[in-house]
């Protein structure tokens, strides 16, 4: 399995309260994704990142933002978190740019917005 | 917008009966076509990719998948499932009018797979 770990596995906070998920990846993989999870929807892209403070908005950016200081680490950032955010979130990498890229997952952080 | 369509939300089988499981995509370009299996409480794991070539692609725990060019489609099937194959699958498409440069997929919703005795 590739080297991705995402911390916290589950949480729970409460509307309007700030929240940050954590993606650490041990392949030195240059490209890294958020995804979120719901029902119904499948995966869809929020952020991605090409490089160390490289980032770009993916198809559901709205109410988050991303922050890329070392390769390893990918943060994704909920400023005033909402009940709509309630989802599962995946971070995925991929070692070279290109369409005929795979990526590679982590296990997921359940989040629950009350 | 481009999309993937998978047909079936749900599929329901017997044990050591075949399965095929459907994906259709709009794109009138080139492109990479990916499965992916989620078990429960689990990421999303490979399961087999058409880059090139031939056609018929052979993937992992005995799955295989078609492309086909002329009807948009990539479905995923195996002769004979075991109650381990009960997941979740993912049909994903990567093509360079998807919009951006870094190979970003698109996912279709998922097709729940329960494999019953």
């Known amino acids: 399995d590739a080297g991705i770990t995402q911390s916290p596995r589950h949480k729970v906070t409460e509307t309007g309260t700030p929240v940050t998920l954590r993606c650490h990846q041990t392949e030195n993989h240059r490209y890294m994704y958020w995804y979120r999870q719901d029902p119904g929807h499948g995966l869809r892209l929020i952020h991605y990142s090409y490089g160390v403070k490289d980032t770009d908005k993916g198809e559901v950016s709205d109410g988050y933002s991303v922050s890329r200081s070392k390769t390893e680490d990918f943060l994704l950032t909920l400023e005033s978190a909402t009940s709509s955010q309630t989802s599962v979130y995946f971070c995925?990498?991929?070692?070279?740019?290109?369409?005929?890229?795979?990526?590679?997952f982590g296990d997921g952080t359940r989040l629950s917005i009350l | 917008a481009q999309s993937v369509t998978q047909l079936d939300s749900q599929v329901p089988v017997f044990e050591e009966a075949p399965v095929e499981l459907r994906c259709n995509y709009s794109?009138?370009?080139?492109?990479?076509l990916f499965w992916y299996v989620q078990y429960p409480n689990q990421g999303l794991q490979l399961l087999l990719k058409y880059l090139s070539g031939s056609t018929l692609v052979k993937g992992i725990n005995g799955f295989e998948a078609e492309f086909n060019k002329s009807q948009t489609s990539f479905h995923l099937r195996k002769p004979s499932v075991h109650i381990s194959d009960t997941a979740e699958y993912f049909c994903a498409v990567s093509a360079t009018d998807y919009g951006g440069s870094q190979g970003n997929l698109i996912f279709g919703k998922g097709t729940k797979l329960s494999v019953k005795p």
């Open positions: 794109s009138s370009v080139s492109v990479y």
């Open positions: 995925a990498i991929s070692p070279r740019q290109g369409h005929n890229q795979p990526q590679h």
